[in-house]
């Protein structure tokens, strides 16, 4: 949440800037600013609403060669102009970037005031302005170092000091910073996606680390003052700035792109042939599988639902008791983490701060934790130190839909390797290894004809309520479907298990109520069958998603969406495509900014 950009070197800084936060904008989209060097002052410039508002009003700004940047999803603080960082120190010598939370805020600000600071904004981020100015003396290293002493919480932060027309400072705890290192200049971002275009050289910034930032390159120190060696790593050779390449929206192609990312997921994984799988990245023996004796799943929205798929997969497969988790919940519980466990943490950006501390409980308990992670090198995947990376490419539109089923994918490609060390035979093997293989052939067969998907968005658009109903596997899709359907076109749904319907959410329906029910061909079929007689006994109209040539399905629904037949535990990853169809449609059918939905960010780092 909160995407910062900085930059020193030759050029004029600031369409630098305001490019980098285009390519962050996905990180928090309320307001942003931008605050550049000049020979005589600190150059600010803020705008509420999206970078393009910033971008028009940046047109004529200065030409200096360092500045700090900053697109915000608001914490402390409304939406204004006031409350966009960059924010100052009082004399507006010194100004501040902020990703993050300052927990301590309350106490700082008082002893501010006490000392005679008075406050512009109601962010917490103005507390480091303030702070640094008061402890400096001429020596930046030495004030950023005092106030990030001083501050509890999660931050990445970028300083500027008018009197160092030469340097950048940044620190962090918890919040991602990658520094760039490019031919005599210098960016730092909290993504590689605003530094890639300049160099494939980065260092990433550790936790409790500051920097100092010259167009020549970077000094690490720790927050007391040590010198540290930074290690140059370089961004792999097809990371790219991620591209529309033709589709109107990020989430429609990322939808589109489903094929050939579930495809990556598996490449050199799946082995057909040997009825088996290799995670190498787990670094987990024969022998060390066999000594797992639970799994728990850990994730948040979109990731704890592949987490739910992953567990459910796993007692069937292989028969070892699994449950998903949901991190924010598991991590305030004071858990029990048993000791033959395997902890899995499931998350596309790797930040998610929810997530990371789940993750950090079950390692101070002295559980284990491998990560399923997408975007590489980031905190969660560091912090686990081992785990599998989804290859699904940078996942930019708010809404996850290729990182789900590349995240089912990877869980499921486990569970083959857990499962042939106990029960699962040979044989058995093997067919779950062609399952998961013809999968990316058969989402490319749907997608292509995707069925009634505008009949189903008229039917829910206008809509008071709309219940998702699924059974077993089909369970963890509804809940992905509503969810989707919730943040791009806020249309009110819910999703329950179809058998706990009639405990409760029946009360809801009424004459034309929109009911989806995943219904494919499975175990669960007859008994979702009911479930669709009972709702459609309420007078609801049923959109039904359901297995091609399932003429009784398709008899009984209102709306029939068919899907390809595969196997029940790969289902989700075929099932949730019309979900994902639907959802897109209505929000677009409702107006609404897919990409960008509102009070969202993609990456959630604050609790
Ligand atoms: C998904 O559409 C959501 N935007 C959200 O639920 C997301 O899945 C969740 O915040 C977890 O993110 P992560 O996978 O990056 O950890």
């Known amino acids: 949440?909160?995407?910062?950009?900085?930059?020193?070197?030759?050029?004029?800084?600031?369409?630098?800037?305001?490019?980098?936060?285009?390519?962050?904008?996905?990180?928090?989209?309320?307001?942003?600013?931008?605050?550049?060097?000049?020979?005589?002052?600190?150059?600010?410039?803020?705008?509420?609403?999206?970078?393009?508002?910033?971008?028009?009003?940046?047109?004529?700004?200065?030409?200096?060669?360092?500045?700090?940047?900053?697109?915000?999803?608001?914490?402390?603080?409304?939406?204004?102009?006031?409350?966009?960082?960059?924010?100052?120190?009082?004399?507006?010598?010194?100004?501040?970037?902020?990703?993050?939370?300052?927990?301590?805020?309350?106490?700082?600000?008082?002893?501010?005031?006490?000392?005679?600071?008075?406050?512009?904004?109601?962010?917490?981020?103005?507390?480091?302005?303030?702070?640094?100015?008061?402890?400096?003396?001429?020596?930046?290293?030495?004030?950023?170092?005092?106030?990030?002493?001083?501050?509890?919480?999660?931050?990445?932060?970028?300083?500027?000091?008018?009197?160092?027309?030469?340097?950048?400072?940044?620190?962090?705890?918890?919040?991602?910073?990658?520094?760039?290192?490019?031919?005599?200049?210098?960016?730092?971002?909290?993504?590689?996606?605003?530094?890639?275009?300049?160099?494939?050289?980065?260092?990433?910034?550790?936790?409790?680390?500051?920097?100092?930032?010259?167009?020549?390159?970077?000094?690490?120190?720790?927050?007391?003052?040590?010198?540290?060696?930074?290690?140059?790593?370089?961004?792999?050779?097809?990371?790219?700035?991620?591209?529309?390449?033709?589709?109107?929206?990020?989430?429609?192609?990322?939808?589109?792109?489903?094929?050939?990312?579930?495809?990556?997921?598996?490449?050199?994984?799946?082995?057909?042939?040997?009825?088996?799988?290799?995670?190498?990245?787990?670094?987990?023996?024969?022998?060390?599988?066999?000594?797992?004796?639970?799994?728990?799943?850990?994730?948040?929205?979109?990731?704890?639902?592949?987490?739910?798929?992953?567990s459910m997969a796993i007692e069937a497969l292989a028969r070892v008791p699994s449950r998903a988790e949901i991190a924010s919940e598991f991590r305030h519980r004071h858990p029990i983490v048993p000791r033959e466990a395997l902890f899995v943490a499931i998350s596309q950006s790797g930040e998610t701060l929810d997530t990371l501390g789940a993750i950090q409980e079950v390692q101070l308990k002295g559980g284990d934790c491998v990560g399923v992670v997408n975007v590489v090198g980031s905190t969660i995947a560091r912090t686990c130190g081992r785990g599998t990376y989804l290859y699904s490419g940078p996942e930019v539109a708010v809404a996850s839909t290729k990182a789900f089923t590349s995240q089912i994918t990877a869980l499921l490609t486990f569970t083959l390797m857990l499962a042939r060390t106990r029960d699962l035979s040979y044989d058995k093997g093997q067919e779950v290894a062609q399952s998961l293989h013809d999968i990316p052939a058969k989402v490319a067969h749907y997608l292509e004809r995707p069925g009634p998907i505008d009949e189903a968005v008229e039917a829910i658009v206008d809509a008071r309520y709309v219940l998702f109903l699924g059974r077993g596997f089909s369970y963890p899709v509804a809940l992905e479907g509503a969810l989707k359907l919730k943040e791009i076109a806020y249309v009110p749904c819910e999703a329950y298990p179809a058998g706990e319907m009639k405990h409760g959410p029946i009360a809801m329906l009424e004459e034309g109520t929109p009911v989806i029910v995943i219904v494919p061909r499975d175990s669960q079929r007859e008994k979702a069958i009911s479930n669709i007689k009972e709702v459609q006994a309420r007078g609801a109209k049923v959109i039904a998603i359901h297995t091609e040539g399932d003429e009784l399905v398709q008899s009984i629904a209102d709306i029939s969406i068919e899907v390809p037949a595969c196997a029940e535990y790969v289902s989700p990853l075929i099932t949730v495509l019309p979900l994902q169809l639907i959802a897109y449609k209505a929000g677009l059918a409702l107006g609404r900014d897919i990409d960008k939905p509102r009070n969202l960010a993609k990456s959630v780092t604050v609790e």
């Open 1 to 310: 949440m909160c995407g910062i950009v900085g930059y020193v070197g030759p050029q004029p800084a600031l369409p630098i800037l305001v490019e980098g936060l285009r390519r962050l904008e996905y990180r928090g989209y309320d307001s942003a600013g931008v605050a550049v060097r000049t020979d005589d002052a600190i150059w600010v410039q803020k705008a509420v609403g999206r970078v393009s508002s910033l971008a028009a009003k940046t047109r004529l700004g200065p030409a200096g060669c360092i500045g700090i940047a900053h697109t915000r999803w608001a914490t402390h603080g409304g939406v204004t102009e006031a409350n966009a960082h960059p924010h100052l120190d009082e004399r507006a010598r010194i100004a501040v970037v902020h990703n993050g939370i300052i927990e301590n805020m309350s106490e700082l600000k008082r002893e501010l005031e006490q000392q005679g600071v008075v406050f512009k904004s109601e962010t917490d981020t103005e507390i480091f302005a303030h702070l640094i100015r008061s402890v400096y003396d001429g020596d930046p290293l030495q004030a950023v170092s005092y106030a990030v002493k001083r501050v509890r919480g999660t931050y990445g932060i970028a300083v500027m000091f008018q009197e160092h027309p030469e340097q950048l400072f940044v620190a962090r705890n918890g919040s991602p910073l990658v520094i760039g290192l490019g031919d005599g200049e210098t960016v730092v971002a909290s993504d590689p996606q605003a530094v890639v275009e300049h160099t494939r050289r980065v260092v990433y910034l550790k936790d409790r680390e500051l920097a100092i930032l010259t167009r020549d390159g970077v000094q690490v120190h720790s927050f007391d003052g040590r010198s540290l060696d930074s290690s140059i790593e370089m961004l792999e050779a097809d990371y790219k700035v991620a591209d529309k390449e033709g589709f109107p929206h990020f989430m429609l192609k990322e939808i589109h792109e489903q094929p050939r990312s579930i495809q990556r997921c598996q490449l050199g994984r799946i082995q057909v042939e040997d009825g088996n799988a290799r995670l190498g990245g787990m670094e987990l023996q024969p022998r060390d599988l066999v000594g797992i004796q639970r799994v728990i799943m850990l994730g948040c929205g979109t990731s704890y639902h592949a987490g739910m798929v992953g």
